[in-house]
Each structure stands twice: as structure tokens, then as C-alpha cells.
């Protein structure tokens, strides 16, 4: 289903969290997820911006991309590129920040067999695009999860008041993380689809299904 005319944001990949200037609290996300969605959406003929935490993927063709670390900047990256008809939020995004950045290198201190870092929450980028005055018609979010998939699935979709949840099982032998292929259990108010398991492209294929077919059917799209 074509998606030309319409103007697709997508998140993807990890962000990192400086501690010093060495180290960061990163996570396993290799950007595949996100960058097929986007990639799939541009060769319907959506107007594609993607913003891309630290990955090593070339951008796909057609596909306008905004480079970002951390989630500060990737919150800010994607409040900036609304208006949207669509967001897919397909990042891995920190939940928690240190809460100072040193400017130099930590040392090991004498004697001290523990280091003691303090986090802070980070805003939550998906939560704020669907609470957002130029909201998207669909925002659509990814979950992992490692326990009761659907119950947190479902619980995301309520409380982020997002369209979609597109969730992968993690921390099992088929964990998405890195892969080129991966399954999507993905949870509606009105229905729940599995796509896959498949190639990255052909599961985002699928999801941009779904999304093609609820822009049409809402007449006020
Ligand atoms: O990148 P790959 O190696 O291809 O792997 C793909 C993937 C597993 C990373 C991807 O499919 C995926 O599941 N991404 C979301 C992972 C995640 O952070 O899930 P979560 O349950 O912690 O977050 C739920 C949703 O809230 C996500 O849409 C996330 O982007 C969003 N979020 C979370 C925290 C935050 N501060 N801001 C957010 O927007």
C-alpha cells in the first residue's frame, strides 16, 4: 500500500549516555529495525525523516537523516521534525541518564572496590509525540520485553497513549538485538497481529501494513 503524500518519523537505534569523556550506558540496538521501517516507508513514497542514535548503517535512499546521541538529543531531533502523519518510535532509548557528566576521565580510586552512579529519568520521547499539540495520526511504539510481553505491551499502549506497540520478545536465543530477522507481536486497542519471524524488511513491510490501512480507514487523514 502506497504511502505517498504522507510524512513518516522514525526513531531508531541506541543512545548512548556520556559518564566521562571514555565511557557511556549504552544498550544492544543496531539501528536494523528502525532504518527497514524507514527504508520501507521512503520506497512507498512517504516523505521519511529518520533520527538515527550512534549505529553504523548507511542511510537508506530517499530517507532524510538527523544523527543524534544521547535520548536528550534524540527527544529534541524528533519534537523538531513534527508535523508527522506518522512516528515510529523503533529506538532503544535510555530510561535513565547519569546525572552529571565528568568532564575528565573518572579515576579508579584508591581503596574503593565500588563506584556509585547517579541516574535520572529521561523524558520520554514516545509519551511526549502522542501527547504533542501537532500529535501524528498514528504514533507507533516498539516494546521489549523479557516477561509477560503482552501485558506491558498493553500497558505501554494505555499509558504512552500510542496507536500501535510493536513488541519483540528479548533476552531469549532469538533476541532481536543485532539480527536481520526478527518477530513483532503487535497490540492495538481493537486486535493484536504477529508479523514474522522474517527478515527486518519484510516484518517492517508488514508493520507499514497495518499503518497504511489505519491512515485510510480514519477519515480524518
Ligand atoms: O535495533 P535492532 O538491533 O534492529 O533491534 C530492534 C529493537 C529490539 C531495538 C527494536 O525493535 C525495539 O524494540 N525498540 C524499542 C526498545 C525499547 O527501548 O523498548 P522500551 O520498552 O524500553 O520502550 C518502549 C517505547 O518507548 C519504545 O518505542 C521507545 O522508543 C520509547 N521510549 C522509551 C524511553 C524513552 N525515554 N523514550 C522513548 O521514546
Redesign the pocket.
Known amino acids: 500500500m502506497s504511502l505517498a503524500g504522507r510524512r513518516v518519523l522514525v526513531?531508531?537505534?541506541?543512545t548512548y549516555e556520556d559518564i566521562d569523556p571514555v565511557r557511556f550506558l549504552g544498550?544492544?540496538?543496531?539501528?536494523?529495525?528502525?532504518?527497514?521501517v524507514a527504508a520501507a516507508a521512503a520506497a512507498r513514497g512517504a516523505q521519511v525523516v529518520l533520527v538515527a542514535g550512534p549505529?553504523h548503517l548507511p542511510t537508506p535512499p530517499g530517507v532524510a537523516r538527523v544523527d543524534v546521541r544521547s535520548?536528550a538529543q534524540?527527544?529534541a531531533a524528533?519534537l523538531d521534525a513534527l508535523p508527522a502523519d506518522v512516528y515510529v518510535?523503533?529506538?532503544?532509548?535510555?530510561?535513565y541518564t547519569p546525572r552529571t557528566v565528568a568532564a575528565r576521565k573518572l579515576k579508579k580510586r584508591p581503596g574503593a572496590d565500588t563506584l556509585a552512579l547517579e541516574l535520572v529519568?529521561?523524558?520520554?520521547?514516545?509519551?511526549?509525540?502522542a501527547a504533542h499539540p501537532r500529535r501524528p495520526r498514528l504514533v507507533?511504539?516498539?516494546?521489549?520485553?523479557t516477561d509477560e510481553l503482552e501485558h506491558?505491551a498493553r500497558d505501554?499502549l494505555v499509558r504512552?497513549r500510542?496507536d500501535l506497540?510493536?513488541?519483540?520478545r528479548?533476552g531469549s536465543a532469538d533476541?532481536?538485538?543485532?539480527?536481520d530477522d526478527?518477530t513483532?507481536h503487535v497490540f492495538a486497542a481493537d486486535g493484536a497481529w504477529t508479523l514474522g519471524p522474517a527478515p527486518?524488511r519484510e516484518v517492517a513491510e508488514a508493520l507499514l501494513d497495518l499503518i497504511a490501512r489505519r491512515l485510510e480507514a480514519d477519515p480524518a487523514t
Open positions: 526513531s531508531a537505534g541506541p544498550n544492544r540496538s543496531s539501528g536494523k529495525m528502525g532504518f527497514a549505529v535520548a534524540m527527544h524528533v518510535g523503533a529506538a532503544a532509548v535510555a530510561d529519568r529521561t523524558a520520554d520521547i514516545l509519551a511526549d509525540v507507533v511504539g516498539f516494546a521489549a520485553e506491558y505501554k504512552k500510542v506497540i510493536a513488541a519483540n528479548v533476541c532481536p538485538f543485532e539480527r526478527n513483532l527486518k
